[in-house]
């Protein structure tokens, strides 16, 4: 983990309150494992704590790394008016990724996404995409004027969409898309929103490797402060830290 002076390369809106952040700094090389966070300082005085977003894709060579974000409140609006140039402070890399070192050439993975959660699994799917392990991507938004990255996705394996209001793809939700597949995964790894985690988290309980992606309020990002702690099941006097432990969990591993 290293905290850096970020500069930022470019920012583009990919569709409405979400955008597109390219950074430079030395802190891209230790980006070896898909699926970690940067923590990021806000440059306002009244807003102490650092904002946590996933880690979208990395470039080593370029020296440059991507997040893709979606304006919530004060934090994230501010990020959205820095231009090329301006600089973020910036901690990172932070967390524990998924891992896709079980996985062997040949094997099939689907990668399931809803959102605002979709950004890190671009990464995570180049890199299977590497290893020659087949990739199916799942993902799913509100409605049309909010998907990105379709073309992206496209370019890396089979992509099937699903929207709220059925604008584009399947109407309705990640799960809806999943029951209508018929083939068995080697693994499965996601991140969105609670209920999309737990749908694959039932569906999928017959396959060994599933890993998830969690979300939770986070202040330091490093394991010092405990606001992100979840319980482990089967033992309520223990527990793990998002930010530390995970974001990324296999299923069954926590409480959520
Ligand atoms: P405010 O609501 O004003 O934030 C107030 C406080 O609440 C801040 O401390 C903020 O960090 C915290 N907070 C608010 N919403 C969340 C949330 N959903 N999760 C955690 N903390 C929150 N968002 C993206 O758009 N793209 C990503 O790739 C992404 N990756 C994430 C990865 C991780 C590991 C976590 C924990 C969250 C991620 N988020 C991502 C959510 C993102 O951190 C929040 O949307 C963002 O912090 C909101 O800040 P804000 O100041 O705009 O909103
Ligand atoms: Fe401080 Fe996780 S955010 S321990």
Same mark, same amino acid.
């Given at each position: ?7 930022? *390369? =470019? ?5 409405? #309150? ?16 898909? /699926?970690?966070? !940067?923590?990021?300082?806000?440059? =306002?005085?009244?807003?102490?704590? =650092? ?18 974000? =979606?304006? %919530? +409140? ?6 959205? %008016? ?5 600089? !973020?402070? *910036? ?18 993975? @689907?990668?399931?996404?809803? /959102?605002?959660? *979709?950004?890190?699994?671009? &990464?995570?799917?180049? %890199?299977?995409?590497?290893? +020659? ?18 073309? %992206?996705? &496209?370019?890396?394996?089979? $992509? ?5 209001? /059925? ?9 809806? !898309? ?20 737990? $749908?694959?988290? &039932? ?13 939770? #309020? ?10 992100? *702690? ?19 969990? &296999?299923?069954?591993?926590?409480? @959520?």
């Amino acid at each position: 983990m290293k905290q850096e002076m970020m500069t930022i *390369v =470019r920012q583009q809106e990919l569709a409405p #309150r979400i955008y597109e952040l390219v950074l430079a700094g030395e802190l891209v090389q230790q980006m070896k494992m898909p /699926g970690q966070f !940067l923590h990021i300082r806000v440059p =306002r005085n009244d807003l102490l704590l =650092r904002r946590p977003i996933s880690i979208n894709q990395y470039d080593q060579d370029a020296g440059t790394c991507t997040i893709i974000y =979606r304006v %919530e +409140g004060d934090g994230t609006k501010f990020f959205a %008016e820095l231009s090329a140039g301006d600089q !973020l402070d *910036v901690m990172g890399p932070l967390g524990h990724g998924f891992e896709i070192d079980q996985l062997n050439a040949g094997d099939t993975a @689907f990668i399931v996404g809803g /959102g605002i959660g *979709v950004p890190p699994l671009y &990464q995570l799917s180049k %890199e299977l995409n590497e290893k +020659g392990i087949k990739v199916i991507h799942f993902l799913g938004f509100g409605t049309q004027e909010v998907v990105y990255y379709a073309d %992206e996705f &496209q370019a890396l394996g089979e $992509t099937r969409f699903s929207t709220d209001d /059925g604008t584009f793809g399947l109407q309705g939700n990640v799960g809806n !898309l999943l029951l209508a597949e018929s083939i068995q995964p080697d693994a499965v790894f996601a991140c969105g929103n609670n209920g999309l985690l737990k $749908t694959v988290e &039932q569906l999928y309980n017959q396959v060994e490797n599933v890993q998830l992606s969690l979300e939770s #309020r986070m202040a330091c990002g490093m394991g010092a402060c405990y606001a992100c *702690v979840c319980h482990v099941p089967e033992d309520e006097n223990k527990s793990v830290k998002v930010c530390e432990d995970g974001p990324v969990f &296999q299923a069954g591993e926590v409480i @959520f």
